[in-house]
């Protein structure tokens, strides 16, 4: 049988938070729906993930340390929400030295590469969980039901310590920004 191969390692791992789960911790228009994995808070060490960039190429949470390091989680980048989310996010943290923002979803890293040639602008970085879901698993975002994220925002600082989480309760509804954007401000050199 064909399939993706796992290091064991990875794959305990990944049972232990594959295990985890969270009825109705998120709605979709009012329906309640199921969550996987843990959900963090302020404080927690974020959990390594694999996911891959626009170009294919892996992507783990070693892979970009050194920085403050905005998460911006959505469902979706086709739909009016998540786009807004992402380009908010991710032109605050280019006006901000030594912060850099990742949106990160379910959608094909083909789909996120098109995105950014239409919206015009090269100063995204794009993320795709699609093939091992391992991000959503990791900090409580993927959606059982339907295989896609959830909307939240995750802040880390260069120690990869949470210092801001929200997880929205309705995909459709924004994250706040304002209260994500003061809790950045407060990390110490930031303006």
Partial sequence: ????????????????IMTQERSGAV??????????????????????????????????????K????????IPSIDTPICATQARRFSEEAAAMEGVRCYTISMDLPFALDRWCTLSRIDS??????????????AYGVLIKEL??????????DENNVMQYVE?????YSHVDYEAA?????RLPGRI
């Fill in 124 to 137: 995204f970085y794009m993320l795709s969980d699609h093939r091992e879901a391992s991000l959503g698993a």
């Fill in 27 to 64: 709605k979709i228009q009012g329906v309640p729906h199921t969550l996987v994995g843990p959900r963090l808070e302020k404080g927690d060490t974020a959990p390594d993930f694999r996911v891959v960039n626009v170009a294919l190429k892996p992507v783990t949470l070693s892979d970009i």
């Fill in 1 to 16: 049988m064909g399939g993706i191969k796992r290091r064991p390692d990875c794959q305990r791992g990944k049972d232990k």
């Fill in 167 to 171: 997880y929205c309760e309705d995909i």
């Fill in 66 to 73: 050194g920085q403050i390091r905005i998460f911006s989680v």
């Fill in 147 to 156: 295989r896609l994220l959830s909307r939240a925002v995750f802040i880390l």
């Fill in 181 to 185: 954007l003061e809790a950045l401000r």
